[in-house]
Nanobody, 124 residues
Framework: QVQLVESGGDLVQPGESLKLSCTAWGFSSDYYSIGWFRQAPGKEREGVSCINDGGGVTYYSDSVKGRFTISRDDAKNTVYLQMNRLKPEDTGVYYC?????????????????WGQGTQVAVSS
């Protein structure tokens, strides 16, 4: 069964850090670009960060640039999102997705496979 499984979401205070993981099961993520998306209550889903299949090209939305870092470990079939200096506006459900095409993946919200999401809450 092909699936993506996110983990690492939690309730943290502003300024703290979290590391999310997205693990692929049933297929090799080596050949896929992987993206992280989030949806806050009452808002549309937005692309946060994406990484191409080789790991050499990344995208970050302006709202997270300089605070979040995406990386991948293909030996573990896993992509990570290190989130530092978290803000209340980072609160939401974080989803990962896999797509064969990197171009505009984050901007268009495109993905062949999607995970079920992990909740991130930033609050004092």
């Amino acid at each position: 069964q092909v699936q993506l499984v996110e983990s690492g979401g939690d309730l943290v205070q502003p300024g703290e850090s979290l590391k999310l993981s997205c693990t692929a099961w049933g297929f090799s993520s080596d050949y896929y670009s992987i993206g992280w998306f989030r949806q806050a209550p009452g808002k549309e889903r937005e692309g946060v960060s994406c990484i191409n299949d080789g790991g050499g090209v990344t995208y970050y939305s302006d709202s997270v640039k300089g605070r979040f870092t995406i990386s991948r470990d293909d030996a573990k079939n896993t992509v990570y999102l290190q989130m530092n200096r978290l803000k209340p506006e980072d609160t939401g459900v974080y989803y990962c997705a896999a797509d064969t095409i990197f171009k505009d993946m984050c901007i268009m919200g495109r993905g062949d496979f999607w995970g079920q999401g992990t909740q991130v809450a930033v609050s004092s």
